[in-house]
């Protein structure tokens, strides 16, 4: 059973970057049968997708946040990251990361998550 | 891409049916089999109950199903219990291997 782990500073300041990673373990990070995301949910408000990669490192992005979000993996070290740039209050939330299981058309979802970690935004 | 439409709340009693509705459109819900339902208890990491629109994952209570016409999704809880409190989202492929969320809907059980 795949597990993942969040990782990175609690607080930024206003228009630094904000850099997670996510620690896979119990599993092959280099699996073709899954992509690895990003979730966001900001305090009293809903999930938002931020991004998700492959092992072989294509990125796709929520289009509200592509020109600021960079998605990066590591297969050496079974990580994958998370840079948001210009961060502002409104990207305060409680970041997940998530497997996406993906089966070649027949099943797209987010099997396995992380606990979240809350990055606060302030000066 | 715009959030899919959810029910901000929904309310039952122990052992009634509720349904949730998800909304979204033809370059979403519409087009694809690839709806997910997640229930998430504040302070945990969210919990997939239903994906493919109707398929529930092992270990997942029988009470939960899922349904789609047209552009909208549904979930439907039966036999509610005191634990199925929580807030739902549904999610949703949205094609160039993306995928959009539903704003959320809070389940009270009364």
């Known amino acids: 059973q795949l597990q993942l782990q969040e990782s990175g500073p609690g607080l930024v300041k206003p228009s630094e970057t904000l850099s997670l990673t996510c620690t896979v373990s119990?599993?092959?990070?280099?699996?073709?049968?899954?992509?690895w995301g990003w979730i966001r949910q900001p305090p009293g408000k809903g999930l938002e997708w931020i991004g998700t990669?492959?092992?072989?490192?294509?990125?796709y992005y929520n289009p509200s946040l592509k020109s600021r979000v960079t998605i990066s993996v590591d297969t050496s070290k079974t990580q994958f990251s998370l840079r948001l740039s210009s961060v502002t209050a409104a990207d305060t939330a409680e970041y997940y990361c998530?497997?996406?299981?993906?089966?070649?058309?027949?099943?797209?979802?987010?099997?396995?998550w992380g606990q979240g970690t809350l990055v606060t935004v302030s000066s | 891409q715009s959030a899919l439409t959810q029910p901000a709340s929904v309310s039952g009693s122990p052992g009634q049916s509720i349904t949730i509705s998800c909304t979204g459109t033809?370059?979403?819900?519409?087009?694809?089999?690839?709806v997910s339902w997640y229930q998430h208890h504040p302070g945990k990491a969210p919990k997939v109950m239903i994906y493919?629109?109707?398929k529930r994952p092992s270990g997942v209570s029988n009470r939960f199903s899922g349904s789609k016409s047209g552009n909208t999704a549904s979930l439907t809880i039966s036999g509610l219990q005191a634990e199925d409190e929580a807030d739902y989202y549904c999610?949703?492929?949205?094609?160039?291997?993306?995928?959009?969320f539903g704003g959320g809907t809070r389940l009270t059980v009364l």
């Open positions: 999610c949703s492929y949205a094609g160039s291997s993306t995928v959009v």
């Open positions: 990669i492959y092992y072989s490192g294509s990125t």
């Open positions: 119990g599993g092959s990070i280099r699996s073709s049968s899954y992509y």
């Open positions: 493919e629109g109707s």
């Open positions: 998530a497997s996406l299981l993906y089966c070649g058309g027949d099943c797209w979802f987010f099997d396995y």
């Open positions: 033809s370059s979403d819900v519409g087009s694809y089999n690839l």
